[in-house]
């Protein structure tokens, strides 16, 4: 079963409006990484983190590992339809270097 | 370089039957892991390999196996199939086991199976 909380399951926005997910891990984490799943397709790596408290950006995109290594979020500034898809964090245990899977977050822009 | 190639990409089967998925990793790429995944639900881990040995496995019944070549290139096969092994079955490649940091996970395209 999954062992890194990610919430929400599903979030619906207006295009322009932001978006955020969010993981937390019972564990520490050496590391976690992002991936994106557009319907229909597979899931693609956006980025990984490795320091406490590290904060990385892409364009609009903007990833945080939190200080304590046990959580993690991405957070989507102004929306639009090419970020619809699921987000997917996948961290790994800093015990033993397992890959632990969130279950995704589905972006759904309002029509 | 090419990506991770997965065959076939769909196939229908019927309950009872079995059927062996096929993934070529990314040339180099030396570990190999499977994944389940059914419509709203997150990635499944099924299993890992690594220069022809399991590492990992995940919670799945027995009938569910797989295996890798001394080229890496792996096969996943489910024995018995029941209506639930209905799924997008996802390889992915990456460099090094244990996904340590920097070593990433690349997926193909999947292979989408329907039972009936």
């Known amino acids: 079963g999954q062992q890194v909380m990610q919430i929400p399951q599903y979030q619906h926005v207006q295009e322009g409006e932001d978006f955020t997910t969010y993981c937390n891990s019972s564990?520490?984490?050496?590391?976690i990484q992002w991936y994106k799943q557009r319907p229909g397709g597979h899931p693609v790596f956006l980025i990984q983190?490795?320091?406490s408290g590290e904060v990385k950006k892409q364009k609009r995109l903007t990833f945080q590992f939190g200080e304590a290594k046990k959580n993690s979020s991405l957070h989507i500034t102004a929306t639009q339809t090419t970020d619809v898809g699921t987000y997917f964090c996948?961290?790994?245990?800093?015990?033993?270097?397992?890959?632990?899977w969130g279950a995704g977050t589905k972006l759904i822009i309002k029509p | 370089k090419a990506g991770v190639t997965q065959t076939p990409r769909y196939l229908i089967k019927t309950r009872g039957q079995q059927v062996t998925l096929s993934c070529s990793p990314i040339?180099?790429?030396?570990?190999v892991s499977w994944y389940q995944q059914t419509p709203g639900q997150g990635l499944q881990f099924l299993f890992e390999?690594?220069?022809?040995?399991?590492?990992n496995k995940g919670n799945f019944p027995g009938r569910f196996s797989g295996r890798q070549f001394s080229n890496s290139r792996s096969e996943m096969n489910v024995s018995t199939l029941e209506l639930g092994d209905s799924a997008l079955y996802l390889c992915?490649?990456?460099?090094?086991?244990?996904?340590?940091?920097?070593?990433?996970?690349?997926f193909g395209e999947g292979s989408w199976l329907t039972v009936v």
């Open positions: 992915a490649s990456s460099l090094k086991t244990g996904l340590g940091s920097g070593n990433t996970i690349y």
């Open positions: 040339s180099g790429h030396r570990s």
């Open positions: 390999y690594f220069s022809e040995t399991q590492r």
């Open positions: 564990t520490t984490l050496s590391n």
């Open positions: 983190l490795v320091k």
């Open positions: 996948a961290g790994v245990r800093a015990s033993n270097y397992q890959l632990i």
